[in-house]
């Protein structure tokens, strides 16, 4: 049944694009993409071959804007596929599959869209696939199609240095170090993680792992590096886990969580804080089985577990959590349920400041603005939540000009914005 699983996706994704784009015209909307403006807080991928595409799903390259082998992210930004992209969505089309399914589509109005397709602003978020080869089989992922698009399956030190120096040039706050491969099959992860943090210190790094080859000293000093660690194992057993995670060893990876704990706590570190990423199946969300895992976490020592919903494979989606028949098992959170079962263990004084800090500040800060417009339904705002910086972006202008002019008539509405990705 696996292999009919992507291509069920993809015809899922061009009937849905089908839809928005007759739903865009019928309203007489367009559409924007914060990925595309710099504005990603999940999306913008660096892949194992130096390609940047505008989705960390870029299953078949449709979605590749740049290469930053032969450009930096402001010229990925601002170069033809980029610009092209966004004039397809100011006139109402979506220009990948991709597109249909992204958490950063928005609707606007269409006057609006023409202007934000020409401005875009450098990213404070970036996501590196360091490597795209992996030690499991995941039933929805789309390993062959991945082997077949990249031109290489790992990026090198000297890839990674130039990465780190243009995250340093951008002021890249956050950076999730993984994408479609496991971060730790790469021998030299803890030199690359290194390099990251000599060249650019003040970015936070997170990584999403099955923790199976997290199994010496050297990996873990390498773990050690990152300020947020997600371990995905999907069960409480190994017949539950390998019915979606193909080729794991349930045993051997809560081992390994459970030694990488006690290393860091031995040490006195604050990082990783170590999170278990459950995800819920029909097969996995009995109450009985999250209890048990709630008490596993416990015992291995995480910090917390989150037990996250999930659509893919169609046939697993997880029935009783969309019916809400999970309630008191755990707290609900964005995404999913989540315990804590050790107090948070960030502390920012680990970190160390840049001289870029105070321009990445600003620069956020002036893009209040634009995260409000996007995220929020027939909200009017005052003049004064522009920010007092010394100069305000394009796209800040722009916002702050049209919530003048349209305060208190329709236009108003017409100008606001509403999100499209699930």
């Known amino acids: ?71 930096s992210l402001a010229e990925v930004l601002s170069g033809p596929i980029s610009r092209r992209f966004r004039r397809e969505l ?23 869209a023409e202007r934000l397709a020409e401005i875009y602003c450098l990213p404070t978020y970036l996501k590196v696939e360091n490597t795209s080869a992996c030690n499991l089989r995941c039933a929805s992922c789309p390993r062959g199609q991945i082997r077949r698009i990249r031109r290489k399956a790992s990026l090198s030190l000297g890839d990674v240095e130039r990465i ?22 790469s021998r030299t992860i803890r ?66 969580v459970t030694e990488l704990v006690a290393y860091r706590d031995a040490r006195g570190c604050r990082r990783p804080r170590i999170v278990w990423k459950y995800l819920l ?53 964005s995404g999913g349920l989540c315990v804590v079962l050790r107090p948070s263990s960030a502390d920012p004084a680990e970190r160390t400041p840049s001289a870029a800090d105070t321009d990445a500040d600003q620069s956020a800060a002036a893009l209040l603005v634009l995260d409000d417009q996007l995220n929020h339904l027939d909200v009017q705002r005052e003049p004064e939540i522009v920010p007092a910086v010394s100069s305000l972006t394009p796209l800040d202008q722009y916002l702050a000009e049209r919530d003048g002019n349209h305060r208190g008539n329709k236009a108003a509405d017409d100008g606001s914005s509403e999100g499209l990705g699930t």
């Not at 220009?95 to 269409?110: I, Q």
């Not at 995480?302 to 028949?325: C, H, K, M």
Request: glycine residues 6%; hydrophobic residues 40%; contains cysteine.
């Open 1 to 71: 049944m696996d292999q009919w699983v992507p291509r069920v996706s993809a015809l899922l994704r061009r009937v849905r694009r089908r839809y928005l784009e007759t739903r865009a015209r019928l309203a007489g909307r367009a559409f924007f993409c914060r990925s595309l403006a710099g504005r990603s807080e999940v999306n913008l991928c660096v892949n194992s071959d130096l390609t940047v595409s505008c989705t960390c799903h870029d299953v078949d390259g449709s979605g590749r804007i740049g290469d930053l082998g032969r450009q």
């Open 90 to 112: 100011a006139r109402g089309r979506l220009p990948t599959p991709l597109c249909s399914r992204c958490c950063d589509l928005r609707f606007v109005d269409r006057l609006g």
């Open 164 to 185: 780190a120096a243009e995250m340093r040039n951008c002021g890249v706050e956050r950076l999730s170090y993984l994408n479609f491969g496991e971060p730790f099959l």
């Open 191 to 256: 030199r690359e993680l290194e390099i990251i943090r000599a060249i650019h210190p003040a970015v936070s790094i997170d990584v999403s792992t099955n923790a199976m080859a997290i199994d010496c000293d050297d990996k873990r000093e390498a773990a050690l590096l990152i300020d947020d660690m997600q371990v995905s194992l999907d069960g409480i057993s190994q017949e539950m886990a390998e019915k979606y995670q193909r080729g794991i060893d349930f045993d051997r990876v809560l081992r390994n």
């Open 281 to 333: 199946f029909n097969w996995t969300e009995r109450r009985k089985h999250l209890l048990r895992a709630i008490e596993m976490a416990r015992r291995a020592g995480v910090d917390e577990i989150l037990f996250e919903p999930t659509v893919s494979p169609f046939y697993g989606i997880p029935v009783r959590y969309y019916l809400g028949l999970l309630k008191g098992v755990a707290p609900r959170v």
